[in-house]
């Protein structure tokens, strides 16, 4: 009998587990209790030689309450299979397949530059309060 093989999308997920994300942007906590990111404006290289420093707002990106719970855990600390695990805790039927959503929504971080991934948890930054 021949063995299943895993698809490449199983593959990818184990492998997002047992990475150690962390925080690339501050944050701040609405009275809700749902985490808000606050993202730097990027600025046009080409405005900047042409126009004086403009003054530009940071953006500001409102997570509902699994991906604040997801937010709070990255940091360095734990690795996605951890903080799946935890989501699964605490939220239980809403977030299932917990593994998947998790590495889905962390890639989606990841992507938008929100977070950084680390092998190790040897030497990654730390995350400032």
Same mark, same amino acid.
């Given at each position: 009998? @021949?063995?299943? @093989?895993?698809? @490449?999308?199983?593959?990818?997920?184990?492998?997002? /587990?047992? %990475?150690?994300?962390?925080?690339? $942007?501050?944050?701040?906590?609405? *009275?809700?209790?749902?985490?808000?990111?606050?993202?730097?404006?990027?600025?046009?290289? %080409?405005?900047?030689?042409? /126009?004086?420093?403009?003054?530009? #707002?940071?953006?500001?990106?409102?997570?509902?309450?699994?991906?604040?719970f997801?937010?709070?855990?990255?940091?360095?600390?734990?690795?996605?299979?951890?903080?799946?695990? %935890?989501?699964? *805790?605490?939220?239980?039927?809403?977030?299932? #397949?917990?593994?998947?959503?998790?590495?889905? $929504? %962390?890639?989606?971080?990841?992507?938008?530059?929100?977070?950084?991934?680390?092998?190790?948890?040897?030497?990654?930054p730390t995350?400032? *309060?």
């Amino acid at each position: 009998m @021949k063995r299943r @093989k895993k698809s @490449k999308r199983e593959d990818i997920i184990a492998e997002w /587990l047992q %990475l150690y994300p962390i925080r690339e $942007f501050d944050s701040e906590t609405d *009275e809700n209790g749902r985490v808000v990111v606050i993202v730097p404006r990027q600025e046009n290289w %080409l405005f900047r030689k042409i /126009l004086p420093k403009p003054n530009l #707002p940071a953006g500001r990106v409102k997570l509902d309450e699994v991906g604040s719970f997801v937010w709070q855990c990255c940091d360095g600390e734990h690795t996605v299979a951890n903080i799946s695990k %935890l989501l699964d *805790e605490k939220f239980a039927e809403r977030v299932k #397949p917990a593994d998947e959503r998790t590495v889905v $929504f %962390l890639q989606q971080m990841y992507k938008e530059q929100f977070i950084k991934v680390y092998i190790s948890r040897d030497n990654p930054p730390t995350v400032s *309060e």
